[in-house]
């Protein structure tokens, strides 16, 4: 690929403006209830981010174009409002056109919001209507029956025919601190629920998760490179302070409302709910401390609520993606614990083996579920259990899978070590019926990277060498790049991975990046070895894969030169290493880095330390500020402003503690970049930038 005649695209800027080779390629795809047709996202090259609706007839094995966002709006018209824009930075979204939708049961209709508009397209003719409604447009939501479209604006749902007729209000509140039908920061962030209203099967009623944000404190986050424009106010619940108070009301179309009653004292998050086809709404509810959660049924004619699961842990209690759900014979499908083990339960029945762990339902029916599990932390599987024929596995191959399935139909998502990109096929039967097909660029790097079990711990580890033909002479430099924390895991059998690993490689480096206690796929223990510790276990496991690594390549590597770089809490782990261990770590750039726990947000934050008024040494054991004045490596701290996540104020916390000690340091602010550095110039660049530091770096003395 080039950049112009004669001109070579380089792989930061090809990775930047492909958005690490994710443009292109199909993606949040539905399966009709009957297997007739996929519905899926997709743009129209490896560099487009424009994202139009598409569907795939099953038997004909041919794809259609339903939407197009260039048909649809005028040139320079996709402009997303700023709700919206908050919306996907929670969900990590750098696509742009069509990024979601809501289909029918039957993929025979879906809603999508684009631009701020409202539009209803047909899947089974083709083409899309726009609805005349006043927005802009969040979160559209069709009804089961296909009559209606229910979306927020304002701050307040509203519902309208899908002829476009009768739009109303249905419920809202005269106050920019209530909001209904949309989630709240830390349901978005923290606990997977980015949505705030369900319809009831029979297209009649709503279940409406309401917000009052009030007690939850302000923060302005302003940009320094434009003083002309007004700092952005947000609500952001700090460790400790005050979270927003939800609750859930059932509304009807004629605005008749009845609220839900559960103790909220006692389980203030609201971390699940539904409607399902056929039966009463529920939703899931989880204690501050989340030691406790609880699926309760709601009474759709009372709002009383029965609890029908109650899970309690010492810790505590994980929030699993997929459940609950329903079999036809009424037995609840859900995820918990035994024997160290996320395990399956159909009723009061274990499904699913020791050993096994189970991260998520992909999909279920009347008397069968589709899972996601594996018994390998670098790998992820798709079982099938039913009430016929038990748990099967359907993958194989080691790799990374994700499923959905309708009728007698499974389309599978698929990543491997061997595989180029990720593909998706559509099967019957366990015979191929055919592909999506992707546009997404081919990179030109092929990765080719070792993963190990490193230490006693058997900490999974990938090593990522430089190619023969630009391998310098000599042991290498060490480059550790890790994640490292709850909810990431970055060892996994998948090539596409360690692309970016490869780069560095090739650049004179020896990469290693590996999953230390906390990070998911190995069990509940594991998992539970960082509570109220986010340091000293992590840190230590780094450590010991680096001497592991070296063990398994002697010779090969340079440990009197050893670097980290991370983002996120990979950042926060980076600055931790140079400041703690300075014997074994010479360098760090950390990107976008926690650097004081008190000011992350309540529902991660807590699950791991508490509270700082509970736990104040646990904070400040955990906490970058108190080490400041040792530092004596060079450190780089890569933030963007406009990060509502990660806020900028906590790089400058450590960077003014780092001056009041006189340690020298290297701050890079990002003006109007958020927690995704997603702008090509800015990811292709920061890449070059990290590249020249360490380099540099590590030929200095210490400070």
């Given at each position: 690929?080039?950049?112009?005649?004669?001109?070579?695209?380089?792989?930061?800027?090809?990775?930047?403006?492909?958005?690490?080779?994710?443009?292109?390629?199909?993606?949040?795809?539905?399966?009709?209830?009957?297997?007739?047709?996929?519905?899926?996202?997709?743009?129209?090259?490896?560099?487009?981010?424009?994202?139009?609706l598409w569907v795939l007839d099953v038997e004909r094995a041919q794809e259609r174009l339903v939407a197009?966002?260039?048909?649809?709006?005028?040139?320079?018209?996709?402009?997303?409002?700023?709700?919206?824009?908050?919306?996907?930075?929670?969900?990590?979204?750098?696509?742009?056109?069509?990024?979601?939708?809501?289909?029918?049961?039957?993929?025979?209709?879906?809603?999508?919001?684009?631009?701020?508009?409202?539009?209803?397209?047909?899947?089974?003719?083709?083409?899309?209507?726009?609805?005349?409604?006043?927005?802009?447009?969040?979160?559209?939501?069709?009804?089961?029956?296909?009559?209606c479209v229910a979306y927020v604006t304002g701050g307040a749902l509203h519902v309208v025919v899908t002829?476009?007729?009768?739009?109303?209000?249905?419920?809202?509140?005269?106050?920019?601190?209530?909001?209904?039908?949309?989630?709240?920061?830390?349901?978005?962030?923290?606990?997977?629920?980015?949505?705030?209203?369900?319809?009831?099967?029979?297209?009649?009623?709503?279940?409406?998760?309401?917000?009052?944000?009030?007690?939850?404190?302000?923060?302005?986050?302003?940009?320094?490179?434009?003083?002309?424009?007004?700092?952005?106010?947000?609500?952001?619940?700090?460790?400790?302070?005050?979270?927003?108070?939800?609750?859930?009301?059932?509304?009807?179309?004629?605005?008749?409302?009845?609220?839900?009653?559960?103790?909220?004292?006692?389980?203030?998050?609201?971390?699940?709910?539904?409607?399902?086809?056929?039966?009463?709404?529920?939703?899931?509810?989880?204690?501050?401390?989340?030691?406790?959660?609880?699926?309760?049924?709601?009474?759709?004619?009372?709002?009383?609520?029965?609890?029908?699961?109650?899970?309690?842990?010492?810790?505590?209690?994980?929030?699993?993606?997929?459940?609950?759900?329903?079999?036809?014979?009424?037995?609840?499908?859900?995820?918990?614990?035994?024997?160290?083990?996320?395990?399956?339960?159909?009723?009061?029945?274990?499904?699913?083996?020791?050993?096994?762990?189970?991260?998520?339902?992909?999909?279920?029916?009347?008397?069968?579920?589709?899972?996601?599990?594996?018994?390998?932390?670098?790998?992820?599987?798709?079982?099938?259990?039913?009430?016929?024929?038990?748990?099967?596995?359907?993958?194989?191959?080691?790799?990374?899978?994700?499923?959905?399935?309708?009728?007698?139909?499974?389309?599978?998502?698929?990543?491997?070590?061997d595989q180029v990109g990720i593909s998706w096929t559509i099967s019957r039967a366990d015979a191929e019926?055919?592909?999506?097909?992707?546009?997404?660029?081919?990179?030109?790097?092929?990765?080719?990277?070792?993963?190990?079990?490193?230490?006693?711990?058997?900490?999974?580890?990938?090593?990522?060498?430089?190619?023969?033909?630009?391998?310098?002479?000599?042991?290498?430099?060490?480059?550790?790049?890790?994640?490292?924390?709850?909810?990431?895991?970055?060892?996994?059998?998948?090539?596409?991975?360690?692309?970016?690993?490869?780069?560095?490689?090739?650049?004179?480096?020896?990469?290693?990046?590996?999953?230390?206690?906390?990070?998911?796929?190995?069990?509940?223990?594991?998992?539970?070895?960082?509570?109220?510790?986010?340091?000293?276990?992590?840190?230590?496991?780094?450590?010991?894969?680096?001497?592991?690594?070296?063990?398994?390549?002697?010779?090969?590597?340079?440990?009197?030169?050893?670097?980290?770089?991370?983002?996120?809490?990979?950042?926060?782990?980076?600055?931790?290493?140079?400041?703690?261990?300075?014997?074994?770590?010479?360098?760090?750039?950390?990107?976008?880095?926690?650097?004081?726990?008190?000011?992350?947000?309540?529902?991660?934050?807590?699950?791991?330390?508490?509270?700082?008024?509970?736990?104040?040494?646990?904070?400040?054991?955990?906490?970058?500020?108190?080490?400041?004045?040792?530092?004596?490596?060079?450190?780089?701290?890569?933030?963007?402003?406009?990060?509502?996540?990660?806020?900028?104020?906590?790089?400058?916390?450590?960077?003014?503690?780092?001056?009041?000690?006189?340690?020298?340091?290297?701050?890079?602010?990002?003006?109007?970049?958020?927690?995704?550095?997603?702008?090509?110039?800015?990811?292709?660049?920061?890449?070059?930038?990290?590249?020249?530091?360490?380099?540099?770096?590590?030929?200095?003395?210490?400070?």
């Amino acid at each position: 690929m080039s950049d112009g005649p004669g001109e070579s695209l380089s792989f930061p800027r090809h990775r930047a403006r492909t958005r690490n080779f994710t443009l292109g390629r199909p993606r949040s795809a539905t399966v009709a209830a009957d297997g007739s047709r996929v519905v899926f996202l997709r743009s129209a090259g490896g560099t487009d981010p424009v994202n139009a609706l598409w569907v795939l007839d099953v038997e004909r094995a041919q794809e259609r174009l339903v939407a197009d966002p260039a048909r649809l709006l005028e040139a320079g018209d996709d402009d997303v409002p700023p709700e919206e824009r908050a919306r996907r930075e929670r969900m990590r979204e750098i696509g742009g056109g069509i990024v979601g939708y809501d289909a029918d049961a039957g993929a025979t209709a879906a809603a999508f919001a684009l631009s701020g508009r409202l539009f209803l397209a047909d899947l089974v003719a083709g083409g899309a209507t726009e609805l005349p409604v006043a927005g802009p447009v969040i979160d559209p939501r069709l009804d089961p029956t296909g009559s209606c479209v229910a979306y927020v604006t304002g701050g307040a749902l509203h519902v309208v025919v899908t002829d476009g007729t009768d739009g109303r209000l249905l419920i809202g509140e005269d106050t920019d601190d209530v909001t209904w039908g949309v989630a709240e920061f830390v349901a978005a962030e923290e606990m997977g629920r980015e949505r705030g209203h369900w319809w009831a099967s029979d297209g009649q009623r709503l279940l409406v998760a309401r917000v009052d944000e009030s007690p939850v404190q302000r923060w302005h986050i302003a940009d320094p490179a434009h003083p002309e424009q007004p700092a952005m106010e947000t609500r952001y619940p700090a460790a400790g302070t005050p979270n927003a108070v939800v609750t859930a009301a059932i509304v009807g179309l004629d605005g008749a409302r009845l609220d839900v009653a559960w103790d909220t004292d006692a389980l203030p998050y609201l971390a699940g709910a539904g409607w399902p086809d056929g039966r009463a709404p529920y939703v899931v509810v989880q204690s501050r401390d989340q030691r406790r959660l609880q699926v309760l049924q709601v009474d759709a004619e009372t709002g009383a609520t029965t609890v029908v699961r109650e899970d309690t842990d010492p810790h505590w209690v994980d929030i699993n993606a997929g459940v609950p759900v329903w079999l036809a014979d009424g037995r609840l499908v859900w995820l918990a614990d035994l024997d160290d083990t996320r395990r399956l339960w159909v009723g009061d029945e274990v499904v699913t083996p020791e050993g096994l762990q189970v991260s998520a339902v992909a999909g279920a029916g009347d008397d069968w579920v589709l899972l996601e599990a594996s018994d390998e932390s670098t790998e992820r599987h798709l079982y099938r259990w039913s009430v016929s024929a038990g748990l099967q596995r359907l993958t194989t191959v080691p790799g990374l899978y994700r499923g959905l399935a309708g009728g007698d139909v499974l389309v599978v998502e698929s990543a491997t070590i061997d595989q180029v990109g990720i593909s998706w096929t559509i099967s019957r039967a366990d015979a191929e019926l055919t592909r999506l097909v992707s546009h997404a660029d081919i990179p030109a790097l092929h990765p080719v990277p070792a993963l190990l079990r490193t230490g006693r711990r058997e900490i999974r580890t990938a090593v990522v060498l430089p190619r023969d033909d630009v391998r310098p002479p000599g042991p290498l430099p060490v480059l550790i790049s890790p994640y490292g924390g709850p909810q990431g895991r970055m060892v996994v059998a998948a090539r596409h991975a360690y692309l970016e690993h490869q780069w560095f490689a090739d650049r004179g480096f020896a990469v290693v990046v590996a999953d230390g206690r906390g990070t998911p796929g190995r069990g509940p223990a594991w998992d539970r070895t960082v509570a109220h510790d986010l340091a000293g276990p992590v840190l230590e496991d780094q450590v010991d894969a680096l001497a592991g690594v070296a063990d398994r390549f002697p010779g090969e590597l340079d440990l009197g030169r050893v670097a980290i770089q991370g983002w996120s809490f990979g950042g926060y782990l980076a600055a931790l290493a140079v400041l703690r261990r300075p014997d074994v770590f010479h360098a760090a750039v950390a990107g976008a880095p926690v650097t004081d726990w008190a000011l992350y947000d309540t529902h991660y934050t807590e699950r791991f330390l508490g509270t700082p008024d509970d736990q104040p040494e646990v904070y400040r054991t955990c906490s970058l500020l108190e080490d400041a004045a040792g530092l004596e490596r060079p450190l780089m701290i890569v933030h963007g402003l406009a990060d509502d996540n990660v806020v900028f104020a906590h790089t400058l916390h450590l960077s003014s503690a780092l001056l009041a000690a006189g340690r020298p340091h290297t701050v890079l602010p990002l003006s109007g970049v958020t927690h995704l550095a997603s702008e090509e110039a800015v990811a292709e660049n920061l890449l070059l930038l990290q590249v020249e530091f360490l380099r540099s770096a590590l030929s200095r003395p210490p400070i």
